[in-house]
């Protein structure tokens, strides 16, 4: 039957009748999710116990708790400005609250970043899958309605815009008789329309489809300041990043650091800041501006290359694209740009399965061909000194958010000629007022095994293990280690026998100190935000003290110290009245109050 718009809770309906009420709900992961749909039959199955909907997923997006403290003051009066009016998923919302109907369950390969830590359902529906596996276990779950939120292209074709990832080969699959499966869209035209073969749906293929509401806005990532060790990282990863080559970058601050590493360069001026390293050397050099430029080719095209497309760094091209990505979240600017990009720009911008991104099976030689000097960029929580990477569980076995495409792209660096896989990360983290190291002796969970190590990027510089002996690989590892944590690590290596007993830390490493990255990186008066943000200038200001307030949660001396310092402190008006804290009232107001003066002080005054 011709498919015509029709209300979400009459899809709903009607998915439950053609499926007999026992739906196996196929969702592509982040933006590409039709909420008003998914709402509407969770409503449903809610409501009709002998129904039944069982969801395969990823990364549900959610806004951050802004139910108390800081972050309600901060958030909760900007959150349209800073998210976009994204409407809730009801599941989510259930699932959180411990309230999902028996009959409706959640299962996600992949989840965003730290959200879902000790909600049992989430972590014990959780499936393990490398990207390029996920599909798989999707094809032989053998769902039978694929949802996803569409963008309008022309009057024969709908796009599958930010998720081409696993939905077009699921669909080509469906195509070949292999699958079947009802397609159900919601189409939103603040989605940017991405055309191309694998991105191209005809509008006979869409079974059912509905508008999305004129308040759905799409939901926008929150750009993260950038920090010195942020920079730091995107510095050293910038000479390592050969002209001509192929280039993987991810979201977030290490990616904006990255991008912004790459466009210094482009201009001059990254020598300048890299001469004047305190750091141990290493063997990299890549220093001289985009002549040949670089390819593309990553999972998530984020707005780090993005910026590097439009500045004429990356455009390489292979089959005429520049990039070829998988899919796209990012912020509200990102979308913007997209969909002013020029017509024959936004070509060059193939969206693909992630089955051409992230492996290289299927047209073989040509991939291998145009994926030269490939440079697959990602980031981990924490490094072994074996260099052994967790990227995405807890000691606790919490799972924090997926491996992803990680694995997948470092197995490629170690199948192409010339291709590296680079892991970025920071030294050290702070929590409950304690610095602790990232890089560790041991990790009970590995999300990649030291057989795959080959360069891990820390602040204090680059450690290149490929190939390396353990007790050399260790060697390096020390070498960007933070100061503070060499001895006790190397004492480790050494009562595992896999040092020398006399073995030493070198003189050059022990400048590995927040003190010398600071004397290093303050006088080039690098960017918080390198490609803008969504926080006004107070908010700009307030940023460095929410920070210092987090690294002290949970430790109430560090609490305390807050508090009675600002109780003296000077208090920022500006800051104080945009908290709601230039006239407390309660108890708790005026220790809230104290806290935050006393974290602006404190950063003000020691801002690393």
């Not at 529906?125 to 022309?154: E, G």
């Not at 509401?213 to 750009?223: G, W």
């Not at 593309?296 to 500045?311: H, I, K, S, Y």
């Not at 495409?405 to 304690?434: C, H, V, Y």
Request: charged share 25%.
């Amino acid at each position: 039957m011709p498919d015509t718009a029709r209300s979400a809770d009459a899809i709903a309906q009607e998915i439950i009748t053609r499926t007999g009420g026992d739906i196996r709900l196929a969702l592509p992961l982040g933006l590409g999710k039709p909420v008003t749909l998914v709402n509407a039959l969770t409503r449903a199955v809610a409501s009709r116990p002998e129904t039944r909907l069982s969801i395969l997923t990823a990364l549900t997006l959610e806004r951050p708790d802004m139910s108390d403290g800081m972050a309600q003051r901060f958030l909760e009066p900007v959150a349209d400005r800073l998210f976009g009016r994204y409407p809730p998923l009801a599941y989510a919302d259930m699932l959180r609250a411990g309230t999902l109907p028996g009959n409706i369950e959640v299962s996600e390969f992949f989840m965003q970043a730290g959200r879902w830590i000790g909600i049992r359902d989430a972590q014990r529906r959780y499936i393990p899958a490398n990207y390029t596996h996920a599909y798989d276990v999707l094809a032989n779950w053998r769902p039978n309605v694929l949802m996803q939120l569409l963008a309008p292209l022309d009057n024969a074709n709908y796009s599958l815009s930010c998720n081409t990832d696993i939905s077009a080969d699921l669909l080509r699959e469906r195509r070949a008789g292999r699958q079947d499966f009802l397609v159900v869209g919601e189409v939103n035209d603040k989605l940017p329309a991405m055309d191309g073969p694998e991105a191209r749906l005809p509008r006979d293929e869409v079974h059912l489809h509905c508008e999305s509401p004129a308040e759905f806005d799409l939901f926008s990532v929150v750009k993260r300041p950038v920090g010195q060790p942020e920079h730091a990282i995107g510095l050293h990863v910038a000479r390592t990043i050969p002209d001509g080559g192929t280039l993987q970058i991810g979201i977030g601050a290490i990616g904006d650091a990255v991008a912004h590493a790459l466009i210094l360069r482009q201009t001059g001026q990254l020598s300048k800041i890299t001469d004047t390293s305190p750091f141990a050397p290493d063997a990299f050099d890549e220093r001289d501006p985009f002549d040949t430029g670089l390819y593309a080719v990553t999972e998530m095209l984020v707005d780090g290359l993005l910026q590097l497309f439009e500045r004429g760094i990356i455009k390489r091209e292979v089959d005429g694209a520049a990039i070829h990505a998988g899919f796209f979240v990012d912020c509200r600017d990102f979308y913007d740009r997209l969909r002013e990009l020029p017509p024959e720009q936004r070509a060059k911008i193939h969206m693909m399965p992630v089955s051409y991104t992230n492996q290289l099976y299927g047209d073989e030689p040509a991939k291998r061909a145009a994926r030269t000097d490939a440079r697959f960029v990602n980031s981990a929580m924490k490094a072994t000194l074996l260099g052994g990477l967790v990227s995405d569980i807890t000691t606790g076995a919490q799972e924090v958010s997926g491996i992803g495409g990680q694995f997948n792209f470092i197995e490629q660096a170690f199948a192409l000629d010339g291709g590296r896989a680079l892991i970025t990360l920071p030294s050290t983290r702070t929590k409950n007022g304690q610095t602790v190291s990232n890089i560790v002796w041991e990790h009970p969970h590995e999300s990649v095994p030291r057989a795959y190590r080959d360069i891990i990027v820390t602040e204090y510089g680059i450690a290149d293990l490929r190939g390396q002996r353990d007790e050399d690989a260790i060697a390096r590892m020390l070498a960007i280690t933070d100061s503070r944590f060499q001895d006790e690590l190397l004492d480790k290596a050494k009562s595992a026998g896999k040092v020398a007993r006399d073995f030493t830390i070198e003189p050059a490493w022990r400048a590995n100190t927040p003190e010398s990255l600071a004397r290093w990186l303050a006088p080039h008066n690098l960017p918080d935000f390198p490609f803008g943000t969504d926080f006004d200038a107070v908010e700009r200001r307030i940023l460095p003290a929410l920070g210092r307030l987090s690294e002290t949660q949970g430790n109430k001396l560090g609490m305390a110290r807050l508090v009675l310092s600002g109780m003296t402190a000077r208090k920022p008006p500006e800051e104080m009245a945009r908290m709601g804290l230039d006239r407390p009232g309660t108890l708790k107001d005026r220790l809230e109050a104290w806290a935050l003066a006393g974290a602006l002080q404190a950063v003000t005054k020691h801002p690393s």
